[in-house]
């Protein structure tokens, strides 16, 4: 049972265009969902996160949308830029386990010169 | 500042062999987790630890080991390995109960099972 789901196993954009990775997730316990950005032979790095009690987190070009009603959520990246290609991962936690988290199956972004 | 440090990088076992993987962090971390990431299925999280001498499971923890005698490390155990058990290793820490679930983690240690 795949609590937290990324669908799109990889996604092409262009430099200066905005990419959209999305995310759904089932279980309505999960009130923080996170963002990691991973590159090859690297551990995953955090890149940002939202507090469900927040539809909206944004830090620099990067951008979380939370919609609760729908289980789902979103990083906006804008502008894309060549070294944000990456494999992005989306994953939930509940504050009482912190670090516990639950990964989706994340989505590998190439972004074109 | 080292951060997260994980040991061996690689590894090849055959099947019901043993080995440890050692996690060393160097933030003064309380909590610290080990989890594996298989193709198509994320990360999943292993076991985990909230403090020194403290151990205990996660999502799947079948088959697997882990000790915390001193705060800075983290072992996890295979006493014999199973090509299932062909993955590549996480180890990650955190300050303590952030309340935002934001991992540090290590670069991680391919083990390949024969």
């Known amino acids: 049972d795949q609590q937290v789901k990324q669908n799109s196993p990889s996604l092409s954009v262009q430099e200066g265009r905005i990419s959209i990775l999305n995310c759904d997730y089932t279980?309505?316990?999960?009130?923080?969902f996170l963002w990691y950005k991973k590159y090859p032979a690297e551990g995953p790095t955090f890149l940002i996160s939202?507090?469900?009690?927040?539809d909206k987190n944004e830090d620099g070009r990067f951008t979380v949308f939370l919609n609760k009603s729908a289980k789902h959520l979103s990083l906006h990246i804008v502008p894309s830029q060549p070294g944000d290609s990456a494999v992005y991962f989306c994953?939930?936690?509940?504050?009482?386990?912190?670090?516990?988290?639950?990964f989706g199956q994340g989505t590998t972004l190439q972004v074109k010169p | 500042n080292a951060g997260v440090t994980q040991t061996p990088k690689f590894r090849v076992l055959k099947t019901g062999q043993s080995m440890t993987l050692l996690c060393a962090q160097d933030?003064?971390?309380?909590?610290m987790y080990w989890y594996r990431q298989d193709p198509g299925m994320g990360l999943r999280l292993i076991h985990y630890?909230?403090?020194?001498?403290?151990?205990a499971k996660g999502e799947v923890p079948d088959g697997y080991n882990v000790s915390r005698l001193k705060k800075q490390n983290f072992l996890l155990g295979l006493e014999s390995a199973a090509p299932s058990q062909t993955s590549v290793y996480f180890c990650?820490?955190?300050?303590?109960?952030?309340?935002?679930?934001?991992?540090?983690f290590g670069e991680g240690s391919r083990l390949t099972v024969l």
């Open positions: 994953a939930a936690s509940t504050s009482s386990n912190t670090g516990k988290l639950i």
């Open positions: 630890s909230v403090g020194e001498g403290t151990t």
């Open positions: 990650a820490s955190t300050l303590g109960r952030t309340n935002t679930g934001e991992l540090f």
């Open positions: 279980n309505s316990m999960f009130d923080y």
């Open positions: 933030m003064n971390h309380e909590y």
């Open positions: 939202i507090s469900s009690i927040k």
